[in-house]
């Protein structure tokens, strides 16, 4: 329907798709979202919304209090760019050169404007406060948990928490849900291997990093073909293998880093002590040693029901009976929006925004595809179902 010319735009929707194309306009990469940052803040004060003063470079929490005292919603949506270079053709693509939203994280901090709007000029049914978190460096997975080390959620700590992601998967008008575990966990693992080098054509003076390290790589299989249980998804990717200078010279070191995925909290954490161990102990049966380090991890994420139900019923109210699409497969990818759920003890849900329009093909391509379009008409969906379950949720 929303392609059609004859479409009635909602009153809100030029001063935001304009601000969308803005932010697209000009994308910044994780923890340098500066005139993001100062962009959203000016708006929020032009809304009546309070910005809170915690000490973040970049990323934003807003306050909204209702008229009537009542629960804490938190929204969170993400606001970098990715280092990619636009192909988009479209009027207003990126001008900055290598970075891109290619993730539709313009679209999503819009919206949740474009929402905080809708409901300052409400304020007075409102019962209970919202808190709009604009969340910094999602594509680095570090954005929410330098929010949360900064206490965003200490003093008020929100009853539940929702938020959407673009998904150019699914048609515009239409939400995805997925009750339960949606997202996997995420942890980036260093490995760093550590030998004895010398020349080429005399292995048995050093202990040879590079050897070891491809032992190590293959061993590191078996945590998942041997240790995990099969029924229990886990995925243990290494993207990057760096050593040697010359083809005849046997390095000092060798460094792995790679990323572990899986589904549950108490299998991750059980997986990266594995990992660990054998680590040490296939290095030190070759002579060699090792460093590991395991950061950035943010857990499973893991959408709580009663929200799911909310927020369907929600959407139903705004965007017609059948937009809601819930035969979904949980997902091997991730988003620190696991992070704040987390704390927000798993209360809430993270759902997704269909941005495929049908007449718009590279609507279609997908996240992180230099030529995909997300499309500003996905901002009325996007700020309607926000703002209904916002006003839903604190009757
Ligand atoms: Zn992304
Ligand atoms: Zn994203």
């Known amino acids: 329907m929303r392609e059609q010319q004859s479409i009635q735009y909602p009153a809100w929707y030029e001063e935001i798709a304009l601000l969308r194309a803005k932010l697209h306009a000009a994308p910044e990469l994780g923890h340098c979202e500066v005139m993001t940052t100062q962009l959203i803040k000016e708006r929020l004060r032009a809304y009546g919304v309070e910005v809170l003063p915690f000490d973040l470079p970049t990323g934003v929490v807003g306050r909204l209090r209702g ?3 009542g629960k804490i919603l938190a929204i969170r949506e993400d606001i970098d760019a990715l280092p990619l270079q636009e192909d ?10 290598g970075v891109s939203h290619a ?31 604009f969340q910094c460096a999602e594509e680095t997975f570090d954005g929410a948990s330098t929010m ?3 206490g965003i959620f200490q003093d008020e700590s929100p009853d539940a928490l929702v938020g959407f992601h673009c998904a150019p998967a699914l048609p515009l008008g239409k939400i995805g849900l997925f009750s339960g575990v949606a997202n996997a966990s995420c942890d980036v693992i260093t490995i760093r291997v550590i030998g004895k080098g010398g020349h080429g054509a005399h292995p048995d003076d050093c202990i040879d990093p590079i050897v070891t390290a491809a032992g190590l790589l293959m061993q590191l299989q078996t945590i998942v073909s041997r240790r995990n249980k099969a029924t229990h998804p886990l995925v243990l990717t290494f993207g990057e293998f760096h050593g040697g ?11 792995l880093r790679g990323t572990m995925r899986c589904m549950d909290n108490a299998f991750r954490l059980k997986r990266l002590e594995e990992i660990r161990t054998l680590c040490h102990s296939f290095c030190q049966s070759m002579g060699a040693q090792c460093e590991v380090v395991v950061e950035k991890g943010m857990p499973p994420l893991e959408n709580a029901e009663d929200i799911c139900t909310q927020l369907a019923e929600s959407s139903r109210k705004v965007l017609g009976a059948d937009c809601v699409v819930q035969d979904l497969t949980p997902s091997m990818g991730s988003d620190d929006f696991s992070c704040m759920l987390e704390v927000c003890k798993n209360h809430g849900a993270q759902y997704l925004l269909g941005t495929h329009l049908a007449s718009l093909p590279q609507s279609g391509l997908g996240l992180h595809v230099a030529q995909c379009i997300f499309p500003s008409e996905a901002l009325c969906p996007g700020v309607e179902t926000l703002t209904q379950f916002a006003l839903d949720y604190l009757k």
């Open 67 to 69: 008229a009537k005292p």
């Open 88 to 97: 988009t053709g479209l009027p207003y693509a990126s001008t900055v050169a």
């Open 245 to 255: 200078s010359a083809p005849n010279i046997i390095p000092d070191e060798v460094l």
């Open 103 to 133: 993730c539709g994280h313009d679209i999503h901090a819009a919206a949740l404007l474009g929402c905080a709007k809708q409901l300052a000029q409400q304020r007075e049914a409102l019962q209970g406060t919202v808190l709009f978190v």
């Open 148 to 150: 949360l080390s900064k």
